[in-house]
């Protein structure tokens, strides 16, 4: 309830003091439980003379210090100053305090956890302050007041504020206010830091002709230096959280110490800074004309001694680049951005309107910093040394971003390439955060105009020669590493961009780009990424958009491999003897191949187990002696060692590599002069690396095939796609849609080579070696169960080298089919050679999508193409005897039916002769398709027999014969094993094509006869 004052003349009556405080001690001590000391000194408070009846009361029971004055805290108002009640606690508690000064500071911690009567804890403060004896350093006011307004706890932030907003309310503060007594000491302590000779006449008093050197302005002491820090930190909370209304004195004093030329000390510097924000934030303290010149002046003097204020402290983030920064937002009308420096500075959140810093944005823009002031300014602003996260602060790089971003520099003029330059080659990690925004609006400030009406208005890029020094290594950085990073960043970024623009600018050359080791980066930055920050993302999303072929998921399986834990595992066997061999040991184990191969295999296997980056010396010797491995007699062992460390290579430098090994393998022609090729010549002109020395196609030397399709699949097709970019209208352009099929018609042409590769030489025919023996050979192993001379021959076919390459050959060609299947098509209807359908039909699983263009292969009207078409689907039908494969074929012998009645003599020879045997395969696959066959078997004869009726050899005993043979095929089924029918020698003395076709009807029927008889 309301509180209220009891009278009585036992405690008012000076005569009973005495003895009203004995009995009251004696009753309280004999009697605890029924006179408990909390609720006698409750009672106490209402009474007069009871502030000093408590203290008598706590001194006879000193125990009870503690647990009374937590009581009377608790049962406190929240706001003491506010009632009669709360001033008597006050005092009461105050009183107990000066009894027992040790446990003050306690107290004062009770009233904050309890966040009850604020005046008490400030009041108990002023106490202690004035008996504290060191006057340079923070006072305990000042700690303790900013401690409760800058906390991390709301809750006692609103509670003191809340208590200085209602002090100000009252009409009228006196001297007995506590919170009077508050801003009266702080105002002492401001102006006993305040340099002596100071006042604002000194400015116009001051001569102009001064040196400038001499300053009439006396310098803030440098042991006050921290504690003017601490009270501007406190006014700002004051004014800016508890909502502190300065008085005419208060912000005169507060003015004339913000105004103040500290030394050139990290302190001095960071007063600097704290004095500029709070300007800004409170630009109130500036109210008459003498006072917004003296702020001129030292804004003026903040820009002439800020390079001697960086170089004296040892600072790097001196108050000249907030200073630059700020005149930069305002320049842009960035008032937010301003808001958020001044907050972030002062260490609080404070709410500034906008429209109070349109004085400020006046002066900045119109009288100290004009935009053209602060681009030539920024250029001249030393780098910041070692940049990285660990420095904090505003920084020049800061300002660099602002200007950029506004264009500034390419409006007035200014070269700011130089200055990025250096920064970049003054770089450490971790990363910097503003590091990676820099080179991305530098970059766009190199290909994008300042405006439509000047395009040549940009930055000048970094020159190929300061890349190619930083790469050498002659640029005397301290984190070379890391600048390699940013670096390669620098120039994918900028590649990206270029190739995103319709008008290209001139482009960093190829010769460049070969030089630098992007993978060995990218794989150096992925071990790195806690301190490179988001470097190694940006890196990575730069890589595939430039060099998609260098981001196949495929080869990171692989790499996985080889850098994983079995890898770190391995290197854990490392032995000195590894690291003891150096390229020319390797070199000389090379020559003596020939002669001796114990010394290289020693040598490399020791080699496996170095990291990819410790292999990169060897390189050069591992690829030029690779011709030499492809000679006979040559271990397997060896030639697989080469394989891994090759692809161990491939995954740092996978370029470079590629290059070296086309051009150690290239084939040696007398007379020949071998070219030495690039990587642009490969980019160019893909199919270089698949002619190479024919004796690669049959070694697994290393593999050769792998590189292959990393260089012409997925570079050619995916670089080609990044080109195929609609214009206007959603069309397609003639040039974009012609180097589109030009990429398709690569992958085609790679295709057909690596199917010519599948065929047998010269010399593997000799030995009786071809692909379709070997497919026979597969099933005789199968389904043969007794060991026997033909079993071994195909055992030994099995795994001679042609067979392994076609195996690897099927396989990518299988993935190429599933990535893209009109590749596929186009292969198809190009057409290869027949000898090879059996293999890819049964090799390449994903063979059966050409069941959906056979049709329209069929339709073409060359007839190379018909025939390919028959005998592909002949092969489909015995390895997917699928619905739609008997509907492909029934169309198929439709056509042939068709055609037969419009093909002349010669092209009927010509198309009948090589697709007779597949109606064997349709009627294997699909016995429904047995009439329908030997009906137009029997055609085909009579065509034949008609044509020949006028001359003197007639076959009419063969129509006849396949006639019998429709009616009766059981009576036909031994003629299989006529010799004279396998071999086809009855009655071949004829030249004439239709007789020949009628003996290939005959042997067709038969065979399908006896085929369907048996059982097959």
């Known amino acids: 309830g309301e509180f209220f004052f009891k009278s009585s003349e036992l405690f008012e009556s000076p005569v009973y003091l005495e003895e009203a405080a004995d009995v009251l001690c004696i009753l309280q001590a004999e009697l605890p439980s029924l006179l408990p000391i909390v609720d006698v000194a409750e009672a106490l408070l209402h009474v007069r003379n009871g502030a000093w009846f408590l203290c008598l009361l706590v001194a006879n029971v000193p125990d009870s210090f503690n647990e009374v004055c937590r009581g009377l805290i608790k049962n406190g108002e929240r706001q003491d100053e506010e009632s009669l009640g709360g001033r008597r606690r006050t005092d009461a508690l105050r009183f107990l305090c000066k009894m027992n000064p040790s446990q003050a500071l306690k107290v004062r911690g009770m009233v904050v956890e309890e966040c009850h009567l604020p005046g008490l804890g400030v009041a108990l403060t002023l106490d202690h302050t004035k008996n504290e004896a060191c006057e340079d350093g923070v006072s305990d006011l000042v700690c303790f007041v900013s401690g409760l307004l800058l906390g991390t706890n709301a809750k006692v932030r609103t509670w003191f504020g809340t208590f200085i907003r209602n002090g100000q309310q009252r009409k009228r503060e006196t001297s007995s206010s506590v919170l009077w007594q ?46 003017a820090s601490a009270l501007l930190r406190l006014y700002c909370a004051l004014m800016g959280i508890a909502g502190l209304k300065p008085t005419e004195e208060e912000a005169e004093q507060l003015l004339q110490l913000m105004t103040s030329r500290p030394p050139a000390t990290p302190a001095g510097v960071r007063f600097v800074s704290l004095s500029f924000c709070m300007l800004l934030a409170f630009s109130t303290l500036v109210s008459t004309p003498e006072q917004e010149q003296l702020m001129v002046v030292w804004l003026s003097w903040m820009i002439k001694e800020e390079a001697y204020f960086e170089s004296t402290s040892g600072v790097s983030a001196s108050f000249g680049e907030m200073l630059l ?22 260490g609080m959140k404070i709410v500034i309107k906008p429209s109070s810093l349109s004085r400020m944005k006046t002066i900045f823009t119109q009288e100290i910093f004009t935009e053209q002031v602060v681009t030539a300014h920024a250029v001249r602003v030393p780098v910041t040394s070692n940049l990285s996260a660990n420095i904090t602060g505003f920084l020049p790089i800061h300002c660099i971003y602002q200007l950029l971003r506004s264009r500034s520099f390419t409006k007035h003029k200014v070269s700011i390439k130089d200055w990025i330059y250096r920064q970049l080659c003054e770089t450490s990690t971790p990363l910097h955060p503003q590091l990676l925004p820099l080179i991305d609006v530098y970059i766009n400030s190199i290909l994008t105009p300042a405006s439509k009406s000047n395009p040549e208005a940009t930055n000048q890029p970094v020159t190929e020669q300061e890349i190619l020094n930083i790469f050498q290594g002659v640029t005397g950085v301290k984190s070379l590493r890391f600048l390699l990073f940013l670096d390669i960043l620098f120039i994918l970024h900028f590649l990206s961009l270029i190739a995103a623009m319709q008008r290209k600018p001139k482009s960093y050359s190829s010769s460049l780009m070969d030089q630098i080791p992007i993978k060995f980066l990218i794989r150096q930055a ?23 072929h260098l981001c196949i998921v495929d080869d990171w399986i692989c790499e996985e491999e080889i850098t ?83 692809m161990v290579l491939n995954t740092v430098m996978p370029r470079r590599l590629w290059v070296m090994t086309v051009n150690a393998l290239q084939p040696s022609i007398k007379f020949v002069r071998q070219q030495k090729y690039t990587q642009n010549d490969l980019m160019i002109d893909p199919l270089i690396v698949l002619r190479c020395d024919q004796r690669v196609h049959r070694y697994m030397l290393f593999d050769f095939r792998k590189m292959s399709f990393l260089v012409l699949v997925p570079s050619v097709v995916v670089l080609s796609l990044s080109q195929f970019r609609p214009v206007k209208n959603n069309t397609v352009s003639a040039l974009t849609l012609k180097r589109f099929l030009k990429n398709w018609l690569l992958d085609s042409a790679a295709v057909q080579i690596l199917l010519e590769i599948c065929l047998p030489t010269e010399e593997e025919k000799a030995n009786g070696v071809n ?150 395969s349709f009627c294997r696959a699909f016995p429904p398709l047995y009439e329908d066959i030997m009906s ?81």
């Not at 006042?199 to 002491?221: C, F, H, Q, W």
């Not at 390459?805 to 186009?826: R, T």
């Open 526 to 548: 992925q071990g790195l990424q806690q301190e490179l920050g988001g470097l190694h993302s940006a890196l990575l999303r730069l890589l595939a958009t430039n060099y998609p």
């Open 564 to 646: 994983g834990t079995d890898a770190l595992l391995r290197r854990m066997l490392l032995t000195n003897n590894a690291k003891n061999h150096s390229p020319k040991q390797l070199q000389e184990a090379f020559s003596a191949v020939p002669v001796n191969h114990t010394q290289v295999m020693q040598i490399i296997e020791h080699l496996t187990l170095l990291s990819a980056s410790e292999l990169i010396p060897y390189a050069e010797v591992l690829t030029s002696n690779m011709s030499q491995l492809l000679n006979s007699g040559v271990p397997r062992r060896i030639l697989q060692t080469v394989n891994k460390l090759w």
């Open 325 to 346: 920064l700020v005149a930069m937002y305002f320049h842009s009308n960035q008032l937010s951005a301003i808001i958020d420096l001044v907050c972030s500075t002062l």
């Open 771 to 920: 692909p379709d023996s070997l497919l026979r050979n597969v099933q005789s192993v199968i389904t043969t169960n007794t060991p026997n001379k033909g079993m071994e021959e195909g055992e030994d076919n099995l795994l001679c080298n042609l067979r392994e390459v076609q195996c690897l050959i099927c396989c990518l060609l299988h993935q190429m089919y599933i990535a893209d299947p009109n590749i596929a098509k186009l292969v198809h209807f190009q057409g290869y050679p027949c000898e090879l359908l059996p293999l890819t039909v049964a090799g390449i699983p994903s063979m059966h999508i050409c069941l959906d263009f056979i049709p329209e292969l069929i339709a073409q009207p060359e007839l190379e193409k018909q025939i390919f078409a028959i005998q592909l689907l002949s092969h489909l039908c015995i390895q997917y005897a699928l619905p739609k494969s008997l509907s492909v074929a029934r169309l198929a012998v439709n056509v042939m039916g068709t055609l037969l009645t419009v093909l002349t003599q010669a092209k009927r020879y010509a198309f009948f002769m090589p697709t007779l045997p597949s109606l064997v």
């Open 182 to 227: 508050m801003r009266r000491q702080l105002l002492l302590e401001l102006m006993g830091i305040l340099p002596t000779v100071r006042s604002t006449r000194i400015v116009e008093e001051a001569d102009v002709d001064m040196e400038p050197n001499v300053s009439v302005y006396s310098g803030l002491k440098e042991e006050h230096v921290v504690k």
């Open 936 to 1016: 137009l078997l029997i055609q085909i004869g009579q065509v034949c027999a008609s044509d020949v009726a006028t001359q003197t050899r007639d076959i009419d005993p063969i129509i006849t014969r396949l006639q019998q043979i429709k009616e009766k095929p059981s009576g036909w089924s031994q003629l299989c094993k006529d010799s004279s029918y396998k071999n086809g020698s009855r009655d071949t003395g004829s030249m004439d094509p239709d007789v020949q076709l009628c003996h290939c009807i005959e042997r067709t029927v038969i065979e399908i006869i006896n085929m369907s008889v048996s059982g097959i």
